[in-house]
């Protein structure tokens, strides 16, 4: 069921997609390509949001495989939920399947690269880095809303120059450790870490202010703890806890997007309006509690936890989970060397606001 007064759907307009990112959880967990555009109505959207989400805030955000490849759904969802805003979570590059009438709907876009040219063409395809960065200048003109790098941190091969890069050309930019095999070496940890602190230290010296999703919202975590809890229901920050619907191509519901081949984590379904019991849970076997990063990580992916601690997953937890806790809470330790009182206090009004309710905070994890 679900809990607060916000709702996001994750409608999966299909799982297929015209990439084969090397990393890509869907490929791994199975899920990628085993079904196709959208068997559920319209119609029982509809009744479904009637139902489960009256009087609550809804935002949809398109995702898949490529959600761009069903064009003719996310019309028809636009059409038909006038009270919900959008967002789209794509690849970046079949943008012409999208109308320009289309593209100015979404309040937020979120475009996956890997960090600069060359660790988004080794995982992602060769030349997609270009002609993602070519669509978002085509498009800016565009879009009302925003457009947000929705970044992938795997390989060493990421500087700092790549972040700020990717600040130039997007409004803003959230990443993400990769989440996969073969990432967190000792050597890889090392690079990872001078990467953070080198940037963290820019972010607080800078002239201009660099729009980097994640330190952002530990600021703001740690100036204003309460945003952190009564957004989420005190619950985890990843919303998946509390308000967040992965709804496959079939209607099934999960909590995670990258959880909805695990049937156990099944929770209803669009066609028969139902919905169930979330069994994505926070449990007293995740280490959360005594972590020094609690207070504004606030278990922020609750798959890495769960894979770890409630399916106890061993090879999960040590060479994916434990070292993503890691470096999110030498993320904190290294914010924390910065006066961020004194840094907030001479921001500019529309940099304040920005730390204490930027609207990309409603649909990206927030911390890394
Ligand atoms: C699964 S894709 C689906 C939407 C669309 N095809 C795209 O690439 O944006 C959504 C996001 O998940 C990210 N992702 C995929 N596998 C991941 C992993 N193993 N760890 C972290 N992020 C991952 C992708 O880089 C992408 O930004
Ligand atoms: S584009 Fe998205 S869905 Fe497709 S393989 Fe890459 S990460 Fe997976
Ligand atoms: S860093 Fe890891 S252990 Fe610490 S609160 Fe976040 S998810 Fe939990």
Known sequence: MIVGDRVELN??????????????????GGSLGTQGDVTYSIEALKTFVDTHAHKKEVVVTFYGGEPTLNPTFIDEVIEALPLARFQLQTNGTLMDNVSTETLGKFSNILISVDGGELATDIYRGDGVFHQVTEAVKSIHPLVDGTITARMTWSGSNIEVQDFLDLAATFDYVYWQFVQAQGFYSS????????????????FFTADKFIPLIPIMGIVRNKLFPHRAIEMYNGQTQCR?????LNITPDGGIYPCPDLTHDQSLRCGDVTTNTLGENMLKSTSDMPCSKCEAFS????????????????KDILFRTNITEPICELVRFLGRVVDKHDIKAWYGRQPPSVKQEILECSVYEYVEIMP
């Open 187 to 202: 050597d890889q940890m090392k690079k990872k870490k001078e990467v953070i602190e080198e940037l963290v230290n820019l």
């Open 296 to 311: 504004y990580c606030r278990q922020n992916c609750l798959k890495n936890l769960h894979v770890a601690y409630t399916q």
């Open 240 to 244: 998946a806890a509390t308000h967040l």
């Open 11 to 28: 409608l999966f307009t299909t799982l297929k997609c015209n990439l084969a990112c090397s990393y890509c959880t869907e490929a791994d």
